[in-house]
């Protein structure tokens, strides 16, 4: 057995985290706004609930405001309901069969309490890869003792993986610190 094999099952995990930090960084509001932000919430529509980006185009016609122009117009109601509901603070007014959401200024503490939430994400995102990091090592020095891992590759196998979380760390930080550039504006 050789000791990139656990690294192989572990970088896909990397990324996943990554790539879920990406979708959730997406939807955190900055300075201009985006189909991201409300794309996902859940509508609640004849009995089944939908993510609003089944139920209609939506778009950024301007950068403080969203447009949602539902597939049939019996969606409007609920849309709205939903958007309501979701505690994003935008004002809607329907303009004939199309939604237009307004994004109020930011506020400077509200910036900053964007921030924190942007801080809490990036690390539920490290955490997540120190734990597949530690679920490896800990497998590998299983291995290790069971004379099936060298104690050589064993050593590599711990410095691949530093250097992945390294490597992903930066990509973490990277993301972050463009994503509040573009909440401080």
């Known amino acids: 057995m050789n000791y990139k094999e656990f690294i192989d099952k572990v970088k896909p995990e990397f ?6 930090l990406e979708g959730e960084i997406a939807k955190i509001r900055t300075s201009r706004a985006s189909p991201a932000l409300v794309e996902d ?18 778009s950024s016609p301007q950068p403080n405001q969203i447009a ?5 117009v ?8 939903a958007i309501l509901q979701s505690g994003l603070g935008m004002s809607s007014a329907v303009d004939k069969n199309i939604i ?6 930011l506020t400077e503490e509200y910036r900053r309490s964007l921030i924190k939430v942007l801080n809490e994400k990036s690390e539920d995102a490290r955490q ?16 290790q ?8 590759d064993k050593f590599k196998a711990k410095d691949e993986l530093q250097k992945m979380i ?6 973490i930080k990277d993301l972050i610190s463009k994503k509040e550039m573009d909440i401080t504006g």
């Not at 019996?74 to 309901?81: F, N, Q, T, V």
């Not at 997540?128 to 291995?143: C, L, S």
């Open 15 to 20: 990324e996943k985290a990554f790539k879920f």
């Open 41 to 58: 919430i859940q509508v609640n529509c004849f009995g089944n609930t939908f993510a609003l980006k089944q139920l209609a185009a939506i």
């Open 74 to 81: 019996s969606y409007i109601e609920p849309i709205e309901k």
């Open 145 to 152: 003792k069971e004379k099936k891992v060298t104690e050589d």
């Open 128 to 143: 997540t890869m120190r734990h597949w990091r530690e679920d490896a090592w800990n497998k590998i020095q299983a291995a």
């Open 68 to 72: 949602i122009q539902p597939w049939d």
């Open 166 to 171: 390294d490597e992903y760390g930066k990509k």
């Open 100 to 105: 237009r959401l307004s994004l109020p200024l």
